[in-house]
Nanobody
């Protein structure tokens, strides 16, 4: 059974930081690339960052490169997203899932990040 639980979202001022957490479980998840995604209401979900199964490889969308850091605890099946220098345009609901998960896949509730000026 797939389980995806995101947490850590909050209201933060521009320039501030947040750390998101994801607890995940399900067939193949521990051996898969995992990713963070975000979605603004009314817009398509977009990819933010991804990390390899062992945590040794990661890459980022251009919009967050240099500000966000993805990490993964392979023993606890948890993933994190450290977000620094937050901007207004980072406001969104953030989700975690396997890399390449389709819209039809199971998605958790997400965690809301709101950046204020």
């Amino acid at each position: 059974q797939v389980q995806l639980v995101e947490s850590g979202g909050d209201l933060v001022q521009a320039g501030g930081s947040l750390r998101l957490s994801c607890r995940f479980s399900g067939p193949g998840f521990s051996s898969s690339y995992m990713g963070w995604y975000r979605q603004v209401l009314g817009k398509q979900r977009e990819w933010v960052a991804r990390i390899s199964s062992g945590g040794g490889y990661s890459n980022y969308a251009d919009s967050v490169k240099g500000r966000f850091t993805i990490s993964r605890d392979t023993h606890e099946n948890r993933m994190y997203l450290q977000m620094n220098s937050l901007k207004l345009e980072d406001t969104a609901t953030y989700y975690c899932n396997q890399w390449g998960a389709s819209d039809d896949a199971y998605w958790g509730q997400g965690t809301q990040v709101t950046v204020s000026s």
